[in-house]
C-alpha cells in the first residue's frame, strides 16, 4: 500500500559546517538540532483508500486521546527502543491513555530501554518530569518495569511511607 524508494542519506552538520541534510530542509546548521525526526524513506506512492482509513483511524485516537503504536511492537520499539519511554511522556504530557495492548507491549519491550543512551533517556525523562502530569507518566514506568530499568532507587521507594517527623516536609 505504500512504495518506499532508496533510503535517505542522512549526514549531520560538523562544527557548523552545512551538510546535505540542513540544506535540503532549508535549515541553518544551527538550528538543525531542532529537528526531531526525519524520515528514513522518501514515499513515492500511498494507496489513498488505506491512506483515509488510517487518518480515520488517528482521527478517532486523537478524540479519544488514546496512544496506541500503529505498527507491530517488534518494528516500533525494536527500531528505537525511547519510544518506550516516549509512550509514558506523551501520555503525561497530554493527557493521553495508553491502549491496553499498547500498555502490555510496553512492558514486554521494557528490557530493550538499555540499548538507549544515557543522554536520550535523560533528555525524555527531564521532558516528563517537566510536563503538566509528572504523577502519570512516572505511574505508568512503574507499571511497565521502566522505572526499575531507569531509575532503581526511585522504584525501590515505590510505596514507602514517611515517618511522622517527614510527614509535612
Same mark, same amino acid.
Not at 140 to 150: D, I, K, N, V
Given at each position: ?54 487518518? @480515520? %483511524?488517528?482521527?478517532?485516537? #486523537?478524540?479519544?486521546?488514546? +496512544?496506541?503504536?500503529? *505498527?507491530? =511492537? ?60 509528572? @504523577? %502519570?507518566?512516572?505511574?505508568? #514506568?512503574?507499571?511497565?518495569? +521502566?522505572?526499575?530499568? *531507569?531509575? =532503581? ?17
Amino acid at each position: 500500500h505504500i512504495t518506499l524508494a532508496a533510503p535517505v542519506a542522512h549526514n549531520w552538520y560538523v562544527k557548523g559546517a552545512p551538510s546535505k541534510l540542513s540544506l535540503i530542509l532549508d535549515i541553518s546548521p544551527k538550528n538543525l538540532e531542532a529537528v526531531i525526526y526525519f524520515a528514513s524513506f522518501l514515499t513515492i506512492a500511498v494507496d489513498q483508500d488505506k491512506k483515509t482509513g488510517a487518518l @480515520e %483511524k488517528l482521527e478517532k485516537d #486523537l478524540a479519544a486521546k488514546i +496512544l496506541r503504536t500503529p *505498527l507491530d =511492537p517488534d518494528v516500533t520499539f525494536s527500531e528505537d527502543p525511547l519510544r518506550l519511554l516516549r509512550a509514558a511522556r506523551f501520555a503525561a504530557q497530554l493527557d493521553f491513555r495508553i491502549e491496553e495492548a499498547t500498555f502490555k507491549d510496553l512492558a514486554a519491550y521494557a528490557p530493550a530501554i538499555s540499548a538507549v543512551s544515557h543522554e536520550r533517556v535523560r533528555d525524555e525523562l527531564v521532558k516528563l518530569v517537566m510536563s503538566d502530569n509528572p @504523577e %502519570k507518566g512516572m505511574n505508568l #514506568l512503574q507499571q511497565t518495569g +521502566l522505572l526499575a530499568l *531507569l531509575v =532503581p532507587e526511585l522504584a525501590e521507594g515505590v510505596g514507602v511511607t514517611q515517618n511522622k517527623h517527614h510527614i509535612y516536609t
